[in-house]
């Protein structure tokens, strides 16, 4: 069975630091899109970062976390990460990673994606 566990959510305050973990069993991220998607209360879920698979390592990110945020992998753990930097109240959401997909889009999103994780809730207040 194919596992996402995500790891590493919780709470900071405002300008505070996150990285969240996206640790994959029974299936490798090796030759596989990863993705971060977020949902907040009330909210439509959205894409917010996407890392194209192993030979193209791209990363795409939401217009609203470029500069902030950072995706990348490691696939000899079979591990991805999103490094959350200046985190700002409207980051709180509970956050996702997805993988497979058929492509990384420019905005950050991954389209038709193959395995949801279960979520990690990131709460960013004072």
């Known amino acids: 069975q194919v596992q996402l566990v995500e790891s590493g959510g919780g709470l900071v305050q405002p300008g505070g630091s996150l990285r969240l973990s996206c640790a994959a069993s029974g299936y490798s991220l090796r030759g596989h899109r990863i993705a971060w998607f977020r949902q907040a209360p009330g909210k439509e879920r959205e894409g917010v970062s996407c890392?194209?698979?192993?030979?193209?390592?791209?990363?795409y990110y939401k217009e609203s976390v470029k500069g902030r945020f950072t995706i990348s992998r490691d696939n000899a753990k079979n591990t991805g990460y999103l490094q959350m930097k200046s985190l700002k109240p409207e980051d709180t959401a509970v956050y996702y990673c997805?993988?497979?997909?058929?492509?990384?889009?420019?905005?950050?999103?991954?389209?038709?994606?193959?395995?949801w994780g279960q979520g990690t809730q990131v709460t960013v207040s004072s």
């Open positions: 997805v993988v497979g997909g058929d492509y990384c889009s420019g905005s950050g999103s991954l389209i038709r994606p193959d395995y």
């Open positions: 890392i194209s698979s192993y030979d193209d390592d791209r990363t």
